[in-house]
């Protein structure tokens, strides 16, 4: 059984374009990420979100908006991707900070 | 304010060698302390943690970490690296000691390399 998963796990766009990512969780975390890995494989948080609170990591363009319709799902919107955005996003989950995290496969987003 | 250092980009062992990847933290209290395991084209595995306790931890695949707190480090030891071993590891503290928003801070990564 997958613990984190993401879809899709290739995403090819045009600029301009709005596309989203989706990430679901089995395991009854309270506490759902989203991250962004660069090209040189550096791994920086973009957004946290826990019952209902969303932690916003201010260096986050507002294009990006995460969304939760419910403690299993934490999906990611982008408006007018940018040449930039090019990166693999990560959703992870935990349920306390001494457990650590689980990370989902990742979404590998490449803006054309 | 919390950071990570993993000081080496690459390392190459050979195979059936043993293996030390060096992670140190700036953090205003004891931390919780995790290394993870990227391998090619996949997503980050949990190796192992640290939150308190037994300074010397055991992790999955054969990995070890120990806690020192007099270096600020956590580093990452395995007796005999196998091919498969070959990837990139992560050293990483939460941003938020004690909070129920762990959001983790990465080291840049090191990147194992394991000859035959």
């Known amino acids: 059984d997958t613990a984190v998963s993401q879809t899709p796990k290739y995403l090819v766009t045009q600029m301009g374009n709005d596309k989203s990512i989706k990430c679901e969780q089995n395991?009854?975390?309270?506490?759902m990420y989203w991250y962004k890995q660069d090209s040189k494989k550096f791994l920086k948080i973009m957004f946290s979100?826990?019952?209902?609170?969303?932690?916003i990591n201010e260096t986050v363009p507002n294009r990006f908006s995460p969304k939760s319709p419910d403690k299993a799902h934490l999906n990611l919107h982008i408006n007018s991707l940018e040449l930039g955005d090019s990166a693999v996003y990560f959703c992870?989950?935990?349920?306390?900070?001494?457990?650590?995290?689980?990370f989902g496969p990742g979404t590998r987003l490449t803006v054309l | 304010a919390q950071s990570v250092t993993q000081p080496d980009i690459h390392i190459t062992v050979s195979e059936g060698a043993s293996l030390e990847l060096r992670c140190n933290y700036s953090?205003?209290?004891?931390?919780?302390l995790f290394w993870y395991v990227q391998s090619p084209g996949q997503g980050l595995q949990l190796l192992l943690k640290?939150?308190?306790?037994?300074?010397l931890v055991q992790g999955i695949k054969g990995f070890e970490a120990e806690f020192k707190r007099s270096q600020s480090s956590f580093n990452l030891r395995k007796p005999s690296v196998h091919w498969s071993d070959a990837a990139e590891y992560f050293c990483?503290?939460?941003?938020?000691?004690?909070?129920?928003?762990?959001?983790?801070?990465f080291g840049k990564g090191t990147k194992l390399s394991v000859k035959p």
């Open positions: 992870a989950s935990s349920q306390q900070t001494s457990s650590g995290q689980f």
């Open positions: 395991l009854g975390h309270d506490t």
């Open positions: 979100y826990n019952n209902k609170e969303l932690i």
């Open positions: 953090y205003g209290a004891t931390p919780y």
């Open positions: 640290y939150f308190s306790g037994d300074t």
């Open positions: 990483a503290v939460p941003m938020n000691y004690g909070g129920s928003q762990g959001n983790l801070i």
